[in-house]
T-cell receptor, first 114, second 109 residues
Framework: SQTIHQWPATLVQPVGSPLSLECTVEGTSNPNLYWYRQAAGRGLQLLFYSVGIGQISSEVPQNLSASRPQDRQFILSSKKLLLSDSGFYLC?????????????FGNGTRLTVT | GQNIDQPTEMTATEGAIVQINCTYQTSGFNGLFWYQQHAGEAPTFLSYNVLDGLEEKGRFSSFLSRSKGYSYLLLKELQMKDSASYLCAVVDSNYQLIWGAGTKLIIKP
């Protein structure tokens, strides 16, 4: 069966510090991978998605970046965090070529920038 | 622009029935999802509708009318564990997911 792992679960970082969140998927090949952010009481905002290794699409201009160094690994990074980067970050996947199939989410990372 | 509207918050009583509405205006339509999200947790998939009509899954049912740009999620025999946010999301013509802000459902004993 397929599983998705995301870490860390919580993170408190000072303004201006770097960020690296990691997500891995097991039990499937060539998944579509997504990074979402959810502000408190808000809906999901798509940050990045990837349909293959090295293929990253950015949805929102910001100081975040994403990389997909391996087929089932998706990394969200920042060189310098802003206060506005605080939020709940979610990694998700669905099968390749099936844009209508449900997303499966990781447990999320709650990031607080102080 | 693309838009999904859901009520911000609803309150219902344990054992009762509640209907959560979702209206959408999107560039094309390739299906509508409902997800449940408990506080502090990730969303989990509830239902997917692409054709008009009612899909029933145990205590939960989801309805779609494409001509009206409208869906609802019906929860029967409410339990305290159903207290959560319910997210409506539409797949547009580019197979991008457009998300609503979610409806927070509060269940009272």
């Amino acid at each position: 069966s397929q599983t998705i792992h995301q870490w860390p679960a919580t993170l408190v970082q000072p303004v201006g510090s770097p960020l690296s969140l990691e997500c891995t998927v097991e039990g499937t090949s060539n998944p579509n991978l997504y990074w979402y952010r959810q502000a408190a009481g808000r809906g999901l905002q798509l940050l990045f998605y990837s349909v293959g290794i090295g293929q990253i699409s950015s949805e929102v201009p910001q100081n975040l970046s994403a990389s997909r160094p391996q087929d089932r690994q998706f990394i969200l990074s920042s060189k310098k965090l802003l206060l506005s980067d605080s939020g709940f970050y979610l990694c998700a996947w669905n099968p390749a070529g099936q844009g209508h199939s449900p997303l499966h989410f990781g447990n999320g990372t709650r990031l607080t920038v102080t | 622009g693309q838009n999904i509207d859901q009520p911000t918050e609803m309150t219902a009583t344990e054992g009762a029935i509640v209907q959560i509405n979702c209206t959408y205006q999107t560039s094309g339509f390739n299906g509508l999802f409902w997800y449940q999200q408990h506080a502090g947790e990730a969303p989990t998939f509830l239902s997917y509708n692409v054709l008009d009509g009612l899909e029933e899954k145990g205590r939960f049912s989801s309805f779609l009318s494409r001509s009206k740009g409208y869906s609802y999620l019906l929860l029967k025999e409410l339990q305290m564990k159903d207290s959560a946010s319910y997210l409506c999301a539409v797949v547009d013509s580019n197979y991008q997911l457009i998300w609503g802000a979610g409806t927070k459902l509060i269940i009272k004993p």
